[in-house]
């Protein structure tokens, strides 16, 4: 079920996107709204969901995770009990920052944070021995031309 939002919601969100940490008062002079107000319209998009949490970005290549994976994933196995083993075996393992379950050929693909392929080769070999899986293919990215948290919230 989508929530209601109306333009103000909206530049609430834009200006908490770009930067969470603004207080009440930067965010409510920046969307001219009362700071009761905004602070109301923010509680109301945490309590119902829209905003699921405030976080640091932090730079992977400063962390030494320079490397970005995308991990292609074919399986024969679609039963629950496979699939709880997989969710466990992904969730468990920190390099693994996404995992989308595809239409199409593929069956799941993951992406990684990892400092070199060595370390890939290491996430991999854990990953296969929590769970089988069929056909694994990795790509590494070369270039980041463009990577974002930002979800578009501008008026349909």
């Not at 002079?29 to 949490?53: M, Y």
Request: hydrophobic share 45%; glycine share 4%.
């Amino acid at each position: 079920m989508t929530t209601e939002l109306d333009a103000i919601d909206r530049r609430i969100l834009a200006e908490l996107q770009r930067d969470a940490m603004l207080s009440v008062d930067d965010v409510s002079e920046r969307v001219n709204l009362s700071r009761n107000a905004c602070w109301r319209r923010i509680r109301r998009l945490e309590d119902e969901g829209v905003i699921t949490g405030r976080v640091a970005l932090v730079d992977a290549e400063k962390l030494g995770l320079g490397l970005s994976v995308f991990i292609m994933v074919r399986t024969s196995h679609h039963d629950p009990e496979w699939l709880a083993r997989f969710r466990a075996a992904v969730t468990s393992l920190p390099e693994i920052t996404g995992v989308y379950r595809m239409s199409g050929d593929l069956d799941y693909v993951l992406r990684a944070r990892v400092a070199d392929v060595k370390a890939y080769d290491r996430l991999y070999q854990r990953l296969i021995a929590k769970v089988p899986l069929n056909d694994v293919s990795a790509s590494f990215v070369m270039e980041e031309i463009r990577e974002t948290t930002v979800v578009p919230v501008e008026l349909r």
